[in-house]
């Protein structure tokens, strides 16, 4: 049984810094693109990052480019989004995603194969 679990989440203050984890389990972590997208109160859900099967590609949405690094550890199975200067809009779910397209394609808007099932970040002002 394949599982995406993301933590890390939480309420901070606008300037403030997190770290959000996923932990996967059930598949072949090193076989899949791992990326981060993020749903506000409201709004659809929309992608923020994407790194590589090994690592060293990566790619942001505009929003998140400057702020956010996205980073994996594949003999952990786990993918992490920094997260400094946040700002009150950065506030939403934010959900890890595996895929077996590229970070590229991820970030274009090509399919996700697995959702974790999110994980909250209030930013208050």
């Known amino acids: 049984q394949v599982q995406l679990v993301e933590s890390g989440g939480g309420l901070v203050q606008a300037g403030d810094s997190l770290r959000l984890s996923c932990a996967a389990s059930?598949?072949?972590?090193?076989?899949?693109?791992m990326g981060w997208f993020r749903q506000p109160p409201g709004k659809e859900r929309a992608f923020v990052a994407s790194?590589?099967?090994?690592?060293?590609?990566?790619y942001y949405a505009d929003s998140a480019k400057g702020r956010f690094t996205i980073s994996r550890d594949n003999a952990k199975n786990t993918v992490h989004l920094q997260m400094n200067s946040l700002k009150p809009e950065d506030t939403a779910v934010y959900y890890c995603?595996?895929?077996?397209?590229?970070?590229?394609?991820?970030?274009?808007?090509?399919?996700?194969?697995?959702w974790g099932k999110g994980t909250l970040v209030t930013v208050s002002s």
């Open positions: 995603a595996a895929t077996t397209f590229t970070a590229q394609g991820m970030a274009a808007g090509s399919g996700v194969n697995y």
């Open positions: 059930g598949i072949s972590f090193i076989g899949y693109t």
């Open positions: 790194i590589s099967r090994p690592g060293g590609t990566t």
